[in-house]
């Protein structure tokens, strides 16, 4: 019987996602070591909640046995690389897996210390960054090598054994279901607990899992590597090829995992979800979602919430954008809150913070991914209050839950891309929108650095030839007149009016009608309407709708909307998204030309919600945005705020535009007038070429100047302004 029973064993890691598997590895190893107490960290939590980072550097001081892992954030490593360092010496060991540099130095276990020089067997660590380089080695080659590591140190007396068992622990950990956790656990106190805390316990080897596999909840086991055991809905409209994570998998974390595929599901879409270790997608997508024909899927949805290759810690953008395009499907990316709870999201004005808007949204975008959206995270005790209906599951912070409402939303952009992508051209509707800023301006069917009309023709002309049902004008002239004049004069309008929505039938037919009338008084308002209908401006052309968007609002400061906060946009701005969607029936809209005012709507900044303006107003609806390619930051908007996939287009070359043939002429005379000496015999005979030349740019005066040309000209100038 031990002295001192009490054993502290403390993990530091990214996120909560292995505390379920830890908390029940302390239910079973409590029998066997009755003074164990284990705690798991999370360092996401550390920036909403300082009273976690202080729990966090309590049990770290006070930890027997230390590990810390997915410490690779600059923020997370500073806040707690001190009390590691200040722990390190004293505790029994200290295991530093998969983190920043910083971090893995202070690994000290045994006879292995990582802050001296790598010598020796310390050199095979290297042989597990090749997945690091661009075009390295796949997550599943470097698992391979993982497996087969400790199996050749086994036989390697002195250091080697403890170096043995820091390659075990890294497999424990990165198949971290509830046996290895445990087993883990087991592993180190039986290896290195010292002193009263040393005992003798026989921990398991890692299991062994499929390194790329497919995950369903309703498979007995709950992997499997054979997709016909994945049948989907009878009659199905399409397959989505789904990415998870497969530390969530091993783990059992999947409720927000399994509402995805319910919802799917629920589409008639068939689902395959699918995980590979080592944080590279590529595995997966090689070997369930593609064919020697090509894809076997007709969209790609990850629900991982990073980059396809390299996961959190970095990322390999040129190798994900060769397989994509050799998959050449809809790529979206969605992603579970993990620096915040979903409560907190929702009631937020922000959305994601700047670490979630980085790692979950921007460099997923580099890979190519589209359409970011929140579909699950973590919940407080009060539950989950900002969304439009309440999320499911108990409260527990420790575990991932669903956002019932973001998830319908997903799967119905998901499930109308695949249908987009099966559907035949001829039976597409597509609605082009253009814009008219500033308003009352003459403006409409204007974009920065793009001729619109002249765009707009040949791409209906483009899409008639690739078989849309669409009858474009003969000419651009046409094409304007019949957008821009039409009926527009009997109307009052500034364009032809396509349609005419009741102030009753928007009434009926708008959810958030309150915020606006709010906002712009009672229905149809005073935008674009007759005083009992709202208008919607445009043209239809087969089954293309070229439509107008209404102008944002503020006569005298139409920006206004834009950036203030709590605002609505007007009836007639919300009636023409309805309109495109509802009524005209569009399977797709094309925004076209840069920009229109959806994208800067109310609402978060980035992982919108249920409340935010430029999500209710393009709703489900696959989004394109035709935008000129020097302007990053404002295409940005427009993928992150209303799901669009940008087309970008080049503006047009800049150069001098200098002067013409007469003013050429002019100047090289004046220029020889400046030069001449004071009193110089030839000066009368240049001033009248001068003069000469200037009545033929209508720029003469009317007496002759003969000792000052270039006054002359000037006050020609002057006069034609109606100057004295």
């Not at 003013?663 to 030839?682: C, M, N, T, V």
Request: with cysteine.
């Amino acid at each position: 019987m031990r002295a001192d029973p009490a054993l502290n064993v403390v993990i530091i890691t990214l996120d909560a996602h292995v505390a379920g598997p830890a908390e029940r590895a302390q239910e079973r190893l409590a029998a066997a070591i009755p003074g164990l107490r284990l705690s798991v960290h999370a360092a996401a939590e550390w920036g909403e909640d300082p009273a976690a980072l202080a729990r966090a550097k309590a049990d770290v001081a006070a930890g027997d046995i230390v590990v810390a892992t997915m410490l690779f954030l600059d923020e997370h490593i500073q806040s707690i690389l001190p009390d590691l360092a200040a722990r390190r010496d004293a505790c029994d060991a200290m295991l530093c897996l998969m983190s920043g540099a910083e971090v893995v130095k202070l690994t000290r276990v045994g006879k292995l210390d990582m802050s001296q020089p790598a010598t020796g067997m310390m050199a095979l660590m290297k042989k597990l960054r090749g997945g690091r380089k661009p075009g390295g080695s796949s997550g599943a080659g470097q698992m391979s090598m993982l497996r087969r590591l400790p199996r050749i140190l086994k036989f390697i007396p002195g250091k080697a054994q403890d170096l043995r068992s820091y390659f075990l622990c890294m497999q424990y950990w990165l198949a971290g279901s509830d046996d290895n956790v445990e087993a883990m656990i087991a592993f180190l106190i039986d290896k290195y607990a010292r002193g009263p805390r040393a005992l003798h316990l026989d921990a398991a080897a890692p299991v062994e899992y499929p390194e790329t596999g497919l995950y369903h909840p309703d498979l007995p086991e709950r992997m499997t590597t054979d997709p016909a055991r994945i049948r989907g809905p009878e009659g199905a409209i399409g397959t989505v090829g789904l990415l998870l994570m497969r530390a969530y998998v091993l783990s059992g974390d999947t409720d927000h995992y399994d509402a995805v595929i319910r919802a799917l599901e629920a589409r008639g879409l068939r689902v395959l979800p699918a995980f590979a270790s080592g944080l590279d997608g590529r595995p997966a997508i090689e070997a369930f979602f593609r064919t020697e024909r090509g894809a076997s899927v007709d969209a790609l949805l990850s629900l991982t919430g990073f980059s396809l290759v390299g996961g959190p810690a970095y990322n390999d953008s040129s190798a994900a954008e060769a397989v994509l395009a050799a998959l050449d499907v809809p790529y979206v990316a969605a992603h579970a809150l993990e620096f915040q709870r979903l409560d907190q999201w929702a009631d937020g004005n922000a959305g994601l913070s700047p670490i979630e808007a980085t790692m979950m949204v921007a460099i997923p975008e580099i890979d190519g991914a589209t359409g970011p959206m929140v579909f699950g995270g973590r919940i407080g005790a009060g539950g989950c209050q900002g969304c439009a209906h309440r999320c499911a599951g108990t409260a527990c912070e420790r575990v991932m839950r669903p956002c019932p409402e973001r998830i319908e939303h997903l799967a119905e952009r998901v499930a109308r891309k695949a249908r987009l992508r099966r559907s035949a051209a001829a039976a597409r509707k597509v609605a082009i929108v253009l814009y008219g800023f500033p308003p009352n301006a003459g403006a409409v069917g204007t974009a920065a650095y793009l001729g619109v009309f002249e765009s707009l023709h040949h791409t209906l002309h483009a899409m008639r030839a690739e078989g849309y049902d669409v009858t474009p004008p003969a000419s651009v002239d046409d094409l304007r007149a019949a957008v821009l004049r039409g009926n527009a004069a009997q109307f009052g309008q500034a364009a032809n009016v396509a349609a005419r929505i009741g102030a009753d039938d928007f009434v009926a037919r708008e959810p958030h009608l309150r915020e606006i009338e709010a906002q712009w008084g009672p229905a149809p308002g005073r935008h674009q309407t007759d005083g009992s209908g709202i208008f919607v401006l445009g043209a239809a052309f087969g089954n293309v709708f070229v439509g107008v968007q209404p102008v944002f609002g503020y006569e005298g400061d139409p920006m206004r909307l834009l950036f203030e906060h709590g605002f609505a946009p007007t009836h007639a701005f919300t009636a023409f998204y309805r309109y495109l969607a509802q009524d005209f029936g569009a399977d797709v809209v094309l925004h076209f030309g840069m920009h229109g005012a959806l994208e800067f709507m109310p609402g978060k900044q980035t992982g919108l919600g249920a409340n935010c303006w430029p999500d209710r107003l393009i709703a489900d609806l696959p989004n394109v945005y035709l935008y000129a390619a020097n302007n990053p930051s404002e295409s940005a908007l427009a993928k992150r705020r209303i799901g669009a996939t940008i087309v970008t287009h080049l503006t047009p070359p800049v150069t001098k535009a200098g002067l013409y043939k007469g003013l050429l002429e002019l100047k090289a005379s004046l220029d020889r007038w400046r030069g001449l000496a004071p009193g110089a015999h030839e000066a009368r005979e240049l001033a009248l070429l001068v003069q000469a030349q200037a009545a033929e740019l209508d720029l003469a005066a009317a007496e002759p100047v003969w000792g000052d040309p270039i006054r002359a000209t000037r006050s020609a100038r002057l006069k034609s302004c109606g100057a004295t």
